[in-house]
């Protein structure tokens, strides 16, 4: 597939195409304790652990909540319509579960004002992974009673702003926050193994559904997703252990919150059946049908791919990654793998599922060291990984995948999770002491994309 000729343009696409950039509070908004927000997990994290490097915290990260009004300009200014960010619940309930915190909801009426005077669509992402530390203390994600905490977050949130934004995301990468918070501990809270993972993945899969019916039950003509990571996962050789354990690792980042949004209930499977405590509950009808919920869109989130071969060592999954590093492929500054033909491959393997009626790429980008020098930021790099990614979604589009759009992975740089700020991802460069922001020739190059 020849990927890389960069001759595409937007309108390849065609016109009613959706073009977005994305990003979230915990890492743009700062102002972590201004205006009655309380703290969340990742407020919490940044002050206790000593995972996020450089010791760096999320307080003022790229100031959003001051600045929206001149950010939002920069969206516009690129050429995007779409403009897509989530909402901090412990802005709206600073504990998670009281009272509502007036300024915070106010804050995202702005937010949103904006856009709509801009001709900018909003969609809003209800959760992208900042759990009020208050409820954390209470178990969080692993608590029986997160569920009807964030049933209430998300009518509070449906009530406010339901006339005036109707795409709405109720979760960002389910899989990404419960491995790396609450079975791996790298992300907050900072929790590990079985007993915190097992629960957390079925609160998490109820929400999903259950906060997906109440935005339908809410919010008239509503259109309603919610977004998995995705990546292709390839056995590092033709022995069948490897395809197996392959297999097993495709099973826990690709399958496990989509089959049950899907009606499918959890994806277990004889060989591997460590989820069998859910497959217990879920032989249930009741939970099969709790879990699901009929999306008008999946949102599909796309980096790197994976290599896999099988490991004794490892328990559980007995599968361990073979690192791009150590096998000399492309790689982004992230070390993650740079193969454009691995995201044709996963949104045509992801349409295969019945039951999903449109796919939006909701995220999409790369970290590289960008220099900026004489107020130019030149990341070809970053460019080329664009041109290449994009090529792919057109190649599957063309072929028949129902793609309605495109955000980018992010509008600017930000707070990126235990990287802290030197991860850059952005279409603009945000110098942290200054707040100033410099468009890269990234957003440059989407402005004349976009443009045609
Ligand atoms: C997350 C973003 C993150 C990006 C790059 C995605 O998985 O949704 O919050 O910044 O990856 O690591």
């Known amino acids: 597939m020849a990927l890389n000729d960069g001759n595409i343009s937007a309108k390849d696409f065609g016109k009613d195409f959706k073009w977005g950039v994305a990003m979230a509070a915990a890492q743009n908004e700062g102002a972590h304790n201004i205006d009655g ?14 995972k996020i490097k450089g010791g760096h915290k999320p307080n003022i990260a790229c100031d959003f909540y001051h600045r929206y009004k001149d950010d939002l300009l920069l969206v516009k200014a690129l050429g995007f319509s779409v403009f897509r960010f989530s909402i901090s619940w412990a802005r709206i309930l600073p504990d998670g579960t009281g009272s509502i915190n007036k300024d915070g909801i106010n804050f995202y009426h702005r ?60 979760l960002n990468e389910p899989f990404g926050f419960t491995s790396l918070g609450y079975m791996l501990g790298s992300h907050a ?11 957390v993945i079925h609160h998490v899969a109820l929400a999903q559904a259950e906060g997906a019916q109440i935005i339908r039950s809410k919010v008239p003509q509503a259109y309603i997703g919610t977004t998995f990571s995705c990546s292709e996962i390839i056995p590092f050789s033709d022995k069948q252990k490897d395809i197996d354990a392959a297999n097993r690792v495709d099973i826990l980042m690709n399958r496990l919150f989509i089959e049950p949004t899907l009606g499918k ?7 591997f059946n460590f989820l069998e405590k859910l497959h217990m509950e879920n032989k249930a009808w009741k939970y099969t049908k709790r879990l699901q919920f009929d999306f008008d869109f999946i949102g599909l989130q796309y980096y790197f791919p994976v290599t896999i071969r099988h490991n004794n060592l490892v328990p559980i999954v007995n599968a361990s990654e073979v690192k791009p590093a150590t096998r000399k492929v492309p790689r ?18 992801m349409w295969q599922y019945e039951g999903i009626k449109e796919i939006i790429i909701t995220e999409n980008g790369a970290f590289f060291k960008d220099e900026l020098k004489s107020g130019i930021v030149n990341d070809v790099e970053r460019i ?9 979604v057109l190649k ?27 991860a850059r991802f952005g279409l603009i460069h945000v110098d942290f002491e200054t707040q100033l922001r410099t468009i890269k020739d990234s957003g440059y190059w989407f402005r004349d994309f976009l443009s045609v």
Request: proline residues 3%; glycine residues 8%; hydrophobic residues 35%.
């Open 37 to 50: 927000k309380g703290a969340s997990i990742w407020d919490a994290f940044a002050k206790s652990s000593s």
């Open 111 to 170: 937010v949103i004002d904006e856009c709509i005077k801009l001709g900018i669509t909003p969609y809003i992402t209800l959760y992208h992974w900042d759990l009020p530390h208050e409820l954390e203390k209470k178990g969080g994600w692993t608590n029986y009673y997160v569920n009807k905490w964030f049933n209430r977050f998300v009518t509070i949130c449906a009530e406010a702003y339901g006339d005036k934004v109707k795409n709405w995301i109720i």
């Open 189 to 199: 809270p900072g929790k590990t193994g079985l007993s915190n993972f097992l629960p």
């Open 265 to 271: 209930g959890y994806p277990t499977e004889d060989s």
């Open 332 to 349: 982004t500054d992230m070390g993650w793998e740079i193969k454009a033909d691995s995201f044709y491959n996963i949104i045509k393997k």
């Open 384 to 392: 080329d990984y664009f041109q290449q990614h994009l090529q792919a």
């Open 396 to 422: 599957a589009k063309n072929e028949g995948v129902n793609i309605k759009g495109y955000f980018a992975w992010t509008l600017m740089d930000n707070f990126e999770w235990t990287e802290g700020f030197n």
